[in-house]
């Protein structure tokens, strides 16, 4: 792999070759020998590092990511893919790696079929867990968090859980081809955007002092819903007819994002006002994460892409590029000044230089990378860029060197996926491979996408030796 703050000279397609294997050799296999409940149904989303449930509260966003990835996997994998993963799986079974539960919790696992179908059913299942409990039947709200057997546990005043719903029937939908489900993935993705566009719905009328700042967030997950959506359709005449009437809200979503874009801070502001202004007067407004930024930066990219507007394509590019930049903690291929650290990327920044408030704002979570190496894929493909791809190269392999459990000697015995959390000098922090927020989403949609587009990116830039 890459050593810190250099680059390993993987080709594109080398680079696609590790990933399918990290993906279908260890993070899948992962999730689908420890995560299914076999008792309540659903998944178990917080397990250590062996695999083995330390808490058994299922969080809505996961449980639909799950589902969501699940049935994707099913949806575009290869027949070659499959057999890898039915493959690892058997394999790792053999070592038993996983284990009782922790402090003492109990829990039924059910294996799943690692085959197209046996994927497709545990992500129905899980569906069906979601369709019968995730939503508060009083107010139509969905839940953020639900015990074992379903009851809730948790709400939160925020949208995010009924976008993950959508997500994840609509998948299953495409599995099925289901017009009935679709329509229903189209309901939620509706309510999504009305509790969007007033989160006084929500979360009640806000307090008389709050700022009237607008977070970047809103339109981000509007924009990516849609575009995921648009793939239940087979033909380009049924995609155009779904996403015509939607035109003008994808183009103000892309608005909505870009305005959080302050080429004169070098930063993508999470939060501002409502011409796109700047509000100095609080860590809030000066708030720059740059994992979502570079996550916003692919979403608009991916939607100019679509539309064929090469202006907000380099724009989005601009954006994600003084991202990775400035959150990138060491050397970077092509950065001018960068920082005397191991890499990886610092999760909370200010804008204005002051101290970030947040006390985790230094150390390097998974998702950031994830984003980041989708970004540059995506990049890399529509361009050929060395300078990309050597970007993507240190990324990647600092992600693969520093998270990835897919062999032993790393936070676990090599029961596989990645570590969530390192500190500032790129220490593993908490050797958890699932918890509240990290679930089966974030790395195996990076893997499953990069391989993809760096096998395109090969095909038009790499000449064979």
């Given at each position: 792999m890459a050593a810190a703050g250099g680059t390993s000279g993987r080709t594109a397609s080398e680079w696609a070759g590790v990933l399918e294997a990290d993906l279908f050799e260890s993070v899948l296999p992962f999730w689908l020998l420890y995560s299914e409940d076999a008792e309540h149904g659903g998944f178990f989303d917080c397990l250590d590092a062996n695999g083995r449930v330390y808490d058994t509260t299922k969080h809505v966003w996961l449980q639909g990511r799950q589902?969501?990835?699940?049935?994707?996997?099913?949806?575009?994998?290869?027949?070659?893919?499959?057999?890898?993963?039915?493959?690892?799986?058997?394999?790792?079974?053999?070592?038993?790696?996983?284990?009782?539960?922790?402090?003492?919790?109990?829990?039924s696992i059910r294996a799943i079929e690692p085959s197209r179908q046996g994927l497709k059913d545990a992500a129905r299942r899980g569906l069906d867990f979601l369709l019968a409990h995730a939503e508060d039947p009083a107010t139509g709200h969905v839940w953020f968090a639900l015990t074992a057997d379903g009851r809730a546990s948790a709400a939160q005043r925020k949208p995010f859980s009924a976008a993950f719903l959508a997500l994840a029937i609509s998948e299953v939908a495409r599995a099925e081809e289901s017009d009935e489900l679709f329509a229903l993935a189209k309901s939620w993705y509706d309510r999504y955007g009305v509790w969007a566009a007033d989160p006084s719905l929500l979360r009640g009328p806000a307090p008389a002092g709050a700022k009237p700042l607008e977070p970047m967030n809103l339109?981000?997950?509007?924009?990516?819903?849609?575009?995921?959506?648009?793939?239940?359709?087979?033909t380009d005449a049924e995609r155009e007819?779904?996403?015509?009437?939607?035109?003008?809200?994808?183009?103000?979503?892309?608005?909505?994002?870009?305005?959080?874009?302050?080429?004169?801070?070098s930063a993508t502001l999470e939060n501002v006002r409502a011409d796109g202004g700047v509000d100095p007067s609080g860590s809030d407004?000066?708030?720059?994460?740059p994992g979502h930024a570079i996550e916003a930066a692919w979403f608009v990219m991916e939607e100019a892409l679509r539309t064929g507007d090469d202006a907000t394509y380099a724009e989005a590019r601009r954006l994600g590029m003084t991202s990775l930049e400035a959150g990138w903690d060491g050397p970077l291929p092509g950065c001018a000044e960068p920082r005397d650290g191991p890499g990886g990327l610092v999760y909370f920044m200010d804008a204005l230089g002051a101290d970030a408030t947040q006390l985790e704002a230094d150390m390097k979570l998974w998702w950031p990378l994830c984003e980041a190496m989708i970004f540059l894929a995506m990049d890399y493909r529509r361009t050929g860029d060395a300078a990309t791809?050597?970007?993507f190269d240190a990324v990647a392999g600092f992600a693969m060197d520093r998270?990835?459990?897919?062999?032993?000697?790393?936070?676990?015995?090599?029961?596989?996926?990645?570590?969530?959390?390192?500190?500032?000098?790129?220490?593993?922090?908490?050797s958890f491979?699932?918890?509240?927020?990290?679930?089966?989403?974030?790395?195996?949609?990076?893997?499953?996408?990069?391989?993809?587009l760096l096998r395109e990116a090969a095909e038009r830039h790499e000449k064979p030796e």
């Open positions: 589902v969501f990835m699940l049935a994707r996997i099913a949806n575009e994998a290869t027949n070659a893919q499959l057999g890898q993963l039915r493959s690892a799986c058997e394999r790792r079974a053999a070592l038993e790696l996983g284990g009782p539960a922790v402090v003492g919790l109990e829990a339109p981000m997950i509007a924009l990516n819903l849609v575009s995921e959506l648009g793939r239940y359709f087979k007819a779904f996403e015509a009437p939607m035109a003008e809200l994808r183009a103000a979503a892309v608005r909505d994002v870009m305005k959080h874009w302050h080429p004169e801070l407004g000066r708030l720059h994460l791809l050597r970007r998270f990835s459990d897919g062999k032993p000697g790393m936070a676990g015995p090599g029961a596989g996926e990645w570590v969530g959390y390192l500190s500032r000098d790129a220490r593993v922090t908490h491979k699932g918890g509240p927020y990290k679930g089966c989403f974030h790395v195996p949609r990076a893997l499953f996408v990069c391989t993809s």
